[in-house]
């Protein structure tokens, strides 16, 4: 099959396009032809070797959807011509969606919704699980609860306040413009201008005492403001902890603070939070699918090598309003 494969990971990691031949279909594994797929903070990190989890294959991408092609003797949920949604590889010994067909344990695949496009699930799994895990794992989300969204139109984040609502939370995001912040109060999401508005403003304006849950989608400094916009002893949960900071605000709120990596049961096999994580799945591609929660597509990139290189190695560069997509010319 044709796949773009990563040869060397690291500050000069190029994609080429080569024939490859992937592995035998396992015995608890879908062989899917892919249909759709997308880019992720995860995919870009391994490629410059800051992460390490990195496809022993060089394929990356584990946001798929497709067509059943094949399925292992063990398999019992799905048949040969299902379409389905997964995160299914692109770490590990797992290739990923960017090759022709991907291999996908049978306990992280869900059915894609009939009212669910390719481009639309084959950029769900991650960001859907990601938010999924912080709202129903972490903030153990509740009617009322207080929620303060780092980056609420970023990949994540755009999903995280949606579901927040729809939760019944009160829910705050931080925008950079007047389109973020016009789509925020869209959905019923109150804004913070963060950049015309400090954060102590902002509590005086909408929460006094704080916020319950903090989930940062940014990183960086951005999570000494974090500090600041917590309840004492309230939580903060944070999706990009690669970073430095001075604790000593959280150490006098006494505040918790967790890190979120979605990847993790995929990569160690951790059956039980697989199959959680298929039900996350399931959850959150019935609500896209039904319009109750939009996935907004923030650009799309061909499935051509140079275009894909050139997303790889500038994708850290612009801030993402929604996700970005990868299709077939």
Same mark, same amino acid.
């Given at each position: 099959?044709k796949?773009?494969?990563v040869?060397?990971?690291?500050t ?12 035998e279909t396992?015995?608890?594994?879908l062989r899917v032809r892919?249909?759709?797929t997308?880019l992720?903070p995860?995919?870009?990190?391994m490629?410059?070797?800051h992460v390490?989890?990195?496809?022993t294959?060089?394929?990356?991408? *584990?946001d798929?959807?497709?067509?059943i092609?094949?399925i292992?003797?063990?398999v019992?949920t799905?048949?040969?011509?299902? #379409?389905?949604?997964a995160? %299914?590889?692109g770490?590990g ?5 960017? %090759? ?17 496009r ?5 950029c769900?799994p991650v960001i %859907?699980?990601?938010?999924?895990e912080?709202l ?9 609860m207080?929620?303060?969204v780092? *980056?609420?139109?970023?990949g994540v984040?755009h999903?995280?306040?949606q579901?927040a ?5 009160d829910?705050?995001a =931080? ?12 959905h019923g999401?109150?804004?913070h201008?963060?950049?015309d508005?400090?954060?102590e ?5 909408v929460?006094p /005492?704080?916020f ?5 989608? &940014?990183g960086?400094?951005h999570l000494q403001? =974090?500090?600041?916009?917590a309840k004492?002893r309230g939580k903060?949960i944070?999706?990009a902890?690669?970073?430095t900071?001075?604790l000593t ?19 160690? *096999?951790?059956a039980d ?5 298929q039900e996350h799945l ?7 699918a /039904?319009?109750?929660i939009?996935?907004?597509?923030d ?5 051509? &090598?140079?275009?894909?290189?050139e997303a790889?190695?500038t994708?850290d560069? #612009?801030?993402?309003f929604?996700?970005?997509?990868v299709?077939? &010319?």
């Amino acid at each position: 099959m044709k796949a773009f494969v990563v040869d060397q990971y690291g500050t000069d990691a190029t994609l080429t396009e080569k024939d490859v031949t992937l592995a035998e279909t396992g015995h608890y594994d879908l062989r899917v032809r892919v249909t759709g797929t997308s880019l992720n903070p995860l995919d870009t990190k391994m490629f410059f070797g800051h992460v390490a989890a990195t496809p022993t294959t060089g394929i990356l991408q *584990g946001d798929v959807t497709g067509e059943i092609i094949e399925i292992g003797s063990s398999v019992t949920t799905f048949s040969v011509g299902d #379409h389905v949604i997964a995160f %299914g590889g692109g770490l590990g010994e797992r290739s990923g969606a960017l %090759g022709e067909e991907m291999l996908i344990p049978e306990s992280m695949a869900v059915l894609k919704p009939a009212a669910l496009r390719s481009e639309i699930a084959g950029c769900l799994p991650v960001i %859907g699980l990601t938010a999924m895990e912080a709202l129903k794992e972490r903030a153990m989300v509740q009617h009322g609860m207080r929620l303060y969204v780092v *980056g609420g139109t970023g990949g994540v984040g755009h999903l995280v306040v949606q579901l927040a609502k729809h939760y019944g939370c009160d829910v705050t995001a =931080s925008a950079a413009n007047d389109e973020k912040a016009n789509w925020l109060e869209g959905h019923g999401i109150q804004v913070h201008r963060y950049r015309d508005e400090t954060s102590e403003a902002l509590l005086e304006r909408v929460a006094p /005492d704080g916020f319950d849950v903090v989930i940062d989608t &940014v990183g960086g400094d951005h999570l000494q403001e =974090s500090f600041v916009l917590a309840k004492e002893r309230g939580k903060i949960i944070s999706i990009a902890t690669r970073t430095t900071q001075d604790l000593t605000q959280m150490h006098s709120k006494a505040l918790t603070l967790e890190a979120l990596f979605v990847a993790l049961p995929l990569l160690k *096999g951790k059956a039980d939070e697989m199959r959680r994580q298929q039900e996350h799945l399931t959850e959150v591609a019935g609500l896209v699918a /039904d319009g109750t929660i939009e996935l907004r597509i923030d650009s799309r990139v061909p499935r051509q &090598v140079e275009a894909l290189n050139e997303a790889y190695k500038t994708f850290d560069q #612009h801030s993402h309003f929604g996700k970005v997509s990868v299709y077939d &010319v």
